[in-house]
């Protein structure tokens, strides 16, 4: 059949299929090549500038070497490569800071998945239709239509009711997530394309080749569909049980080391709070609810409109005034402008204008504390925000009452009074996904499962967790980070005068 080859820095080759072709050069798959894949993580290893798109078409492969590997039906693995391609199609600019805030404030819970739904129901089919009426390559054309038919499995005699029907069957798969179908768990399981993929890749980019422990080929190699009571679901040969652990580790430090990086969630917690900012003034939830409009948002339409909003208040102002450009602008940067009679949305607009300025040069928000722990019978997440909440009502304790007792220098009484009236503003707290090496509950209720093919048995990874103890070290603590950090660096005089608490002096219990 007709294809072409993507050259790729981790698998050499990937190979595109007609309806891929075509789906992969709409407008809005392209976008992808808009959105950075990591985010925060560039201004720590500056190699991570790679996109949605190349990690899209990673998971479209992997996804086609599992489906090669179970199937005989060449339907289904074109409809899973189709879905691995994209499961991302959703994203937001600035990819997970964009979940969660604009999604979140939105009501889609479960951020760019859900709103994936839409996008490949309601969008993609027009756009899917209109690129394959551009084609001007008869090879192509003639490709597609018997690639159509193949991965339908009949044909409508009506293109769009034959996209319709191909992206509802996409779509299917992701529906699949609840019930731990093995076509989803292929693509975004436990073990599937997406996972296996961003390890690989995003490892590559920052540089820590040594965490993308990875047995690709082995893993898919010694994949298989078996029964479990009545039902067809994926599992793995219990021989490859230390690969998948391997790929596990190398996932968890990934996250430690990458994703949860100190200095790269700085970054990410300044995005959100610029994405808050800008929400209303820029219409950002309007402009996802319009498919047409949401083509247009990617991490640069952002950064422009901001820059450009705040050169119009900076030309208004300027102009009101009879003063010259540049010294409105430094009087908005460097002051409290409250002569300027700024509105709310201008407002919102300089303040994340000033976000962008500080990331622009490096002049990140400081973590301050970080208190990783794990309480046992209750999910950590449900007392992050109170974990953090009570260090910073430590730290006001504390400076409250060396203000009344101590001896002060004079050039810090000053810093410290100030700090005390704005304290609350000073701080952010941050709670990133709880951080665990193996759990088992995720694969037991995604139905990923172990098969030994001697004894033609298969093993729920809580089974094999009974019968093997000696793996129960890597199981199950799930671990929270809690992390204060301030938006300017006061860690200097914090140290001096001992305000930052002990871990041991945080309460982290909890009577829920």
Same mark, same amino acid.
């Given at each position: 059949m007709y294809y072409k080859v993507s050259k790729d820095p981790i698998y050499s080759e990937i190979f595109l299929y007609p309806l891929e072709i075509v789906t992969c050069d709409t407008k809005i798959v392209q976008r992808l090549r808009n959105l950075s894949q990591l985010v925060g993580a560039g201004w720590v290893?500056?190699?991570?500038?790679?996109? #949605? $798109?190349? %990690?899209?078409l990673g998971v479209m492969h992997v996804?086609?070497?599992?489906?090669? #590997?179970? $199937?005989?039906?060449? @339907?289904?693995?074109?409809?899973?490569?189709?879905?691995?391609?994209?499961?991302?199609?959703? %994203?937001?600019?600035?990819? %997970?800071?964009?979940?969660?805030?604009?999604?979140?404030?939105?009501?889609f819970v479960e951020g760019h998945d859900e709103f994936r739904k839409l996008l490949i129901l309601k969008k993609l089919p027009s756009e899917i239709v209109e690129r394959i009426k551009k084609v001007k390559d008869e090879r192509l054309i003639s490709a597609l239509k018997e690639d159509l038919k193949l991965t339908l499995g009949h044909s409508n005699g009506d293109l769009k009711k034959d996209i319709e029907d191909l992206c509802s069957k996409i779509n299917k798969v992701f529906e699949g997530e609840k019930a731990g179908s093995i076509d989803f768990n292929i693509v975004q399981g436990p073990l599937g394309a997406d996972r296996l993929d961003f390890v690989l890749r995003d490892s590559y980019h920052s540089g820590v080749k040594n965490y993308s422990t990875v047995a690709l080929d082995r893993i898919v190699r010694n994949s298989y569909i078996r029964k479990y009571g009545n039902e067809d679901i994926l599992c793995y040969d219990i021989k490859v049980?230390?690969?998948?652990? !391997? $790929?596990?580790?190398?996932?968890?430090?990934?996250?430690?080391?990458?994703y949860f990086h100190k200095t790269s969630r700085a970054v990410d917690l300044m995005?959100?709070?610029l994405l808050r900012l800008v929400d209303e003034p820029l219409n950002l939830k309007k402009l996802v609810l319009d498919f047409n409009s949401f083509e247009?948002?990617?991490?640069?339409?952002?950064?422009?409109?901001?820059?450009?909003?705040?050169?119009?208040?900076?030309?208004?102002?300027?102009?009101?005034?009879?003063?010259?450009v540049e010294s409105v602008k430094k009087k908005i940067l460097c002051e409290e402008p409250n002569d300027l009679n700024l509105t709310k949305k201008e407002i919102s607009i300089i303040k994340a204008y000033k976000l962008l300025d500080k990331i622009s040069k490096r002049d990140l928000w400081k973590m301050i504390l970080e208190l990783p722990f794990t309480i046992t019978g209750v999910d950590p997440s449900t007392v992050a925000e109170s974990v953090g909440e009570n260090a910073i009502k430590k730290m006001k304790e504390k400076l409250k009452a060396i203000l009344k007792n101590s001896k002060i220098e004079e050039d810090d009484l000053e810093v410290l009074q100030r700090i005390f009236k704005h304290f609350e503003k000073l701080f952010r707290i941050d709670t990133p996904y709880k951080l665990t090496l193996f759990h088992l509950s995720e694969f037991d209720s995604t139905k990923v499962f172990l098969y030994d093919?001697?004894?033609?048995?298969?093993?729920?990874?809580?089974? $094999?967790?009974?019968?093997?103890? !000696?793996? #129960?070290?890597?199981?199950?603590?799930?671990?929270?980070?809690?992390?204060?950090?301030?938006?300017?660096?006061?860690?200097?005089?914090?140290?001096?005068?001992?305000?930052?608490?002990?871990? @041991?002096?945080?309460?982290?219990?909890?009577?829920?």
């Open positions: 290893y500056p190699g991570a500038n790679h996109t #949605r $798109f190349e %990690h899209s996804a086609g070497l599992y489906a090669s #590997r179970l $199937f005989d039906d060449s @339907s289904r693995t074109r409809i899973i490569r189709l879905a691995g391609l994209l499961h991302d199609i959703a %994203h937001g600019p600035f990819s %997970h800071q964009f979940d969660d805030t604009i999604y979140k404030s939105l009501g049980i230390d690969d998948i652990y !391997s $790929f596990l580790f190398g996932r968890f430090m990934m996250y430690k080391n990458v995005i959100q709070e247009e948002l990617t991490d640069g339409y952002i950064v422009n409109t901001i820059i450009n909003e705040f050169n119009k208040i900076i030309d208004e102002k300027a102009k009101d005034a009879g003063v010259e093919s001697k004894n033609d048995k298969v093993y729920r990874f809580s089974d $094999f967790e009974n019968k093997y103890p !000696s793996y #129960r070290l890597t199981l199950n603590n799930l671990i929270q980070l809690v992390r204060i950090y301030v938006t300017e660096d006061v860690r200097g005089i914090f140290r001096k005068y001992s305000l930052i608490p002990e871990n @041991s002096e945080i309460n982290t219990t909890t009577r829920w």
